[in-house]
């Protein structure tokens, strides 16, 4: 979560002059009243407290862990995140943008009452609760962070009004060990939550037919308002935190369909996140520049070679090379739809059926 991976995107997107395409905003941080849309108050207090003494932090919180150490700001840099992710969705519901990107954003582990996996505040579960506050009936969730987005899931796991749809590596092989097929929502909401759990090693066509096997179908019959999408980019073959093999390209392919969906389903209204993503030079800045090309409609080609000055600025902050062009020489990704065939012997399309068979007939959609 080295923040230097937030600066990299950033300069990358100006360097291809994506920021004069778009409006660029500063939201306001999340006060405690947005943030109890989805916390609780005491862990609140607790990450009050740690913030301003993080040698005080209580470990029952999941502050001052491994995975969350307490520092100094730690509510505010945690509310600033939140309150960006709440402010694009009220652009995008009030019409003010037809599409927003936070990437920032997507930290998806962090739960009502806990942090959990480098998350403190849930901004995504945040900006889905602030839609609904607002009037939304319907808003969708769609996660290909390699990790389960549990912490979204657990927000809405008795809400029929939300759709959440997470693809991540197997709860057998990772983090956090959660997101079965089997996890389809509460009594009161079955076939609200949908999880497809891919096998370690999936690579681009798997990956990319996995998503298209599962998502479309959802959306059509759910028919949202508003798509939420989170887009970590440890999926990524270089990530040194997970087990699957995609491609930036296949990456890219899955944006481009996040934005049709969008337009196809929910009425363009499009709110984008960032998430995970640990191999912070070569990959994430490159990933979520192109998921900011796509929202503000000036997509960057992947054969597009990489300003110098941006590889330069990349030696000077982290003594690394930094890539040369926008894709991985995988593009065009090709992969075989769903409706091709399916083979019992393939172990992904064995998850894909698992999903199917799990959630599809919750929702009045054949497995």
């Known amino acids: ?42 862990y609140i207090d607790a990450v009050k407290a740690a913030s301003a003494d993080p040698a005080a932090a209580d470990v029952s919180y999941g502050l001052g862990t491994l995975d969350d150490p307490a520092f100094a700001g730690m509510h505010e840099v945690s509310a ?6 709440v402010g694009a969705a009220e652009a995008v519901w009030r019409g003010d943008a037809e599409h ?16 959990s996996g480098f998350c403190v505040y849930n901004d995504a579960s945040l900006a889905i609760a602030r839609l609904l506050e607002l009037g939304a009936e319907r808003v969708a969730y769609v996660d290909v962070d390699v990790h389960h987005g549990d912490g979204v899931q657990a927000a809405f796991w008795e809400d029929p009004r939300v759709l959440t749809i997470s693809l991540h590596e197997h709860p057998r092989t990772l983090f956090p060990q959660t997101g079965w097929p089997e996890e389809t929502g509460a009594d009161s909401a079955e076939g609200s939550a949908v999880n497809v759990a891919l096998p370690a090693g999936t690579g681009d066509a798997g990956w990319v037919r996995a ?5 479309p179908e959802l959306l059509a019959e759910f028919r949202p308002q508003v798509l939420v999408t989170q887009h970590g980019a440890d999926t990524h073959f270089e990530d040194p935190l997970a087990h699957l093999a995609v491609s930036l390209d296949a990456q890219r392919a899955v944006q481009v369909a996040c934005h049709e969906l969008a337009h196809e389903h929910a009425g363009g209204k499009w709110v984008a996140l ?43 902050r982290t003594r690394q090379f930094g890539p040369q062009r926008m894709t991985d020489g995988r593009w065009p990704v090709s992969w075989a739809s769903w409706e091709s065939g399916y083979d019992p012997a393939d172990r ?10 799990a959630v599809f007939p919750l929702r009045g959609l054949l497995p």
């Open 1 to 42: 979560m080295d923040p230097v991976r937030l600066a990299l995107t950033r300069k990358l997107v100006g360097a291809f002059g994506l920021d004069r395409e778009m409006e660029v905003v500063a939201a306001k941080p999340a006060g405690e009243s947005t943030l109890r849309l989805v916390h609780r108050q005491d």
């Open 80 to 85: 600033l995140i939140a309150g960006q992710s």
């Open 100 to 115: 927003a990107v936070n990437f920032a954003g997507g930290l998806h582990h962090a739960m009502p009452g806990g942090a």
């Open 211 to 215: 998503f298209h096997a599962v998502v």
């Open 274 to 316: 960032g998430g995970g993503g640990y191999a912070v030079v070569d990959v994430v800045p490159r990933s979520w520049t192109h998921l900011v090309g796509i929202a503000a409609g000036r997509p960057v080609a992947p054969e597009t070679m990489i300003p110098e000055e941006w590889r330069q600025d990349v030696f000077a």
């Open 348 to 357: 992904l399309d064995q998850a894909v059926r698992a999903t199917r068979r």
